[in-house]
Structure formats: structure tokens, C-alpha cells
């Protein structure tokens, strides 16, 4: 192996003499040129002959090697992380699809018992509907079941100005009274969201003003009877004295009471004999 190898070398160097511009390649190998027939012939009888190895240092299969069990030793790493970060994936599913089933059987659990209550609110709505028929029954003209709903209608109407705005696309009381609870659910939600602490300053404040809204409602009120009352002493005074005819009226008088009078011979007539009782028999 050494012989063939060395003269390998050794005519690759007398044709390299031979001949300067013939190519070799990095391991010693003749490259054929255009001038260089001779040589390409010493070569292929050579090749024909015995193969030229592949590694000619021992260090390049090692570093082969080496670099071969970093490449694995990479990717059993990265399988591990793979197969670390697949069973959080799935320790995740696992825990959301708990908490998912759940809430699922709690929102379940709400909508029959909403259901339920649709349902008995509903019984109940016809109910008072029967009954509000059956006393209303001719008790109201349609005149005037005509100017309660149009008063009703006003304050509706007056209720939905302040609360949202001008009626300007003309819609029906119901559709107002619908609108002015869906407002209210808003701000009811913005109340939730809130500060708690914002919230029960503007209700202290709401209170008191109502309170004494309410007092002055009230002083007002007192003041309006107080001047009725007034009034009404004025006429009284100014009005002429009624004149009493016939015979005055005057109480029944009671009927004489009659003393009962003791009888003292007969409460000692009868101690006596109670005596001759006791002592005598």
C-alpha cells in the first residue's frame, strides 16, 4: 500500500516537472489538461491499479465523528424540549378543557333556571291580564282610556328626552320604554366599572340632594295647606251665621237610681244560727 502510494506521488511529481501546467488537485491527484497526455496516461494505469484513499489523517474521520454526535446530541436537545414544551401543551388543553366543561355546566345551570323564570313570569303576566280584564271591564270609556294613554305617552316621551334625547325618528311608546331600558342597563354596567369609592360619593350626594328635594317639596306642601286653611277660615268668617230653627236639642236625661237599703235583722239572724250550728252539733 505504502509502494503504491509513493509512486503515485512520485509520478505525480515527475509529470508535474514534466510538464508545469498540468493541474492537481488537493489530494495529489492529476487533473487532465490539454498538454499533458502523458501524464493523464501514468495516472489512469495508477488509478486502475489501487484507489487512492478518501481520509488521509486519521483526525479527519475523528473530527467526523465528533461533529456527527454534536449534530446528535443537538437534536436528542431539541426532541427533549420539543417533547418537554408538547406535554405543558397538553397539561394546558387538559386544565382549560376542565375549566371550560365547567363553565360551560354553570351557564347550563343558568339558563334553565332563566328559562324556568321566563316561564313563570310569562303564567304570571297573562294571569294579571285575565285579572286587569276582568275589572276593567266597563269600568273605563274608551275616551278615557284614549287620554290616559296619550298622558302616559307624554311622560314616556319626557322621560326618554332627558334620559337619551329628542324622539326625532317618532317611535311608539313601547319602543321608548325599551330604549330607556337598555340606557339603564348601560350605566348600570359603567356603575359596576367604576370606582367604589367615586360611586358611593356621587350617591351620598345624589341622597342628599334628593333629601332635601324632598324637604322643600315638603315645606312647600305645608305651606300650601297652611294657606287653604287660612282661606277657608277667611270665608267661614266671612260667610253669614246660620240661624237655628226649631226646638233645640238637648241630652236624655238618666233614670233615678235607687239605693238598696240593708236588712241588719236578717244578717244577725243568720249569724246567730250559725253559731248554735257550730257550737251544737
Known amino acids: 500500500m505504502k ?10 511529481r515527475g509529470g508535474l516537472e514534466s510538464s508545469p501546467r498540468t493541474p492537481v488537485s488537493s489530494s495529489g491527484k492529476l487533473v487532465p489538461g490539454e498538454g499533458s497526455t502523458a501524464s493523464a496516461a501514468v495516472s489512469d494505469d495508477d488509478s486502475d491499479e489501487e484507489q487512492v484513499l478518501f481520509f488521509e489523517d486519521p483526525q479527519q474521520l475523528l473530527d467526523i465523528f465528533a461533529e456527527l454526535e454534536e449534530q446528535n446530541l443537538s437534536l436528542i436537545q431539541n426532541s427533549q424540549e420539543t417533547e418537554e414544551a408538547l406535554e405543558e401543551m397538553k397539561q394546558t388543553i387538559k386544565a ?27 303564567d304570571k303576566a297573562k294571569d294579571l291580564e285575565t285579572k286587569a280584564r276582568l275589572f276593567s271591564f266597563g269600568e273605563f270609556k274608551s275616551e278615557d282610556q284614549e287620554l290616559m294613554l296619550e298622558a302616559l305617552n307624554k311622560k314616556v316621551e319626557d322621560v326618554y328626552k332627558h334620559c337619551i334625547g329628542e324622539n326625532e325618528a317618532n317611535i311608539g311608546t313601547l319602543q321608548m320604554l325599551t330604549n330607556i331600558e337598555n340606557r339603564l342597563e348601560e350605566l348600570f354596567e359603567e356603575i359596576e366599572i367604576l370606582p367604589q369609592d367615586k360611586v358611593e360619593a356621587a350617591e351620598k350626594a345624589k341622597e342628599k340632594e334628593r333629601r332635601m328635594r324632598q324637604r322643600e317639596d315638603k315645606v312647600e306642601q305645608q ?22 230653627t226649631g226646638r233645640p236639642l238637648v241630652f236624655r236625661s238618666e233614670p233615678p237610681s ?5 236588712d241588719d235583722g236578717s244578717e244577725q239572724a243568720t249569724r ?7 257550737y251544737f252539733t
Open 272 to 278: 246567730e244560727e250559725e253559731e248554735l250550728a257550730y
Open 258 to 262: 235607687f239605693l238598696k237599703e240593708e
Open 223 to 244: 305651606k300650601i295647606h297652611q294657606e287653604e286653611r287660612i282661606r277657608r277660615a277667611l270665608e267661614r268668617a266671612k260667610a253669614e251665621p246660620k240661624k237655628r
Open 96 to 122: 382549560t378543557q376542565t375549566k371550560m366543561d365547567k363553565e360551560t355546566s354553570i351557564l347550563k345551570e343558568q339558563i334553565d333556571k332563566l328559562k324556568n323564570a321566563i316561564k313563570r313570569e310569562v
Open 3 to 12: 509502494r503504491s502510494v509513493t509512486g503515485v506521488k512520485a509520478a505525480s
